[in-house]
């Protein structure tokens, strides 16, 4: 008997089609570079090019986004 184990890359990039109801165009124009996931949402080892593009956000963005929350009227208080 045959035991189909997938690499935790393949799980994640199966997690980011679920993410986009299975479009895998959605996957490359993904815009969510806070995710944990995004790396490797291509289901590989990220390139350079997306390491660097991480790296450049998170040094423009170096405070937290609250995302939908702002929009929203959500108070979350930092006690």
């Known amino acids: 008997?045959?035991?189909?184990?997938?690499?935790?890359?393949?799980?994640?990039?199966?997690?980011?089609?679920?993410?986009?109801?299975?479009?895998?165009?959605?996957?490359?124009?993904?815009?969510?570079i806070q995710c944990a996931l995004y790396p490797y949402r291509f289901g590989k080892r990220p390139t350079k090019a997306i390491l660097d593009t991480i790296k450049d956000y998170y040094e423009k963005n170096s405070e937290p986004t609250r995302g939908l929350l702002d929009r929203k009227g959500i108070v979350v208080s930092d006690d």
Request: proline share 3%; net charge positive.
């Open 1 to 32: 008997m045959k035991f189909l184990i997938k690499t935790p890359i393949k799980s994640i990039r199966e997690k980011c089609l679920d993410c986009t109801a299975g479009s895998r165009k959605e996957i490359r124009l993904c815009t969510v």
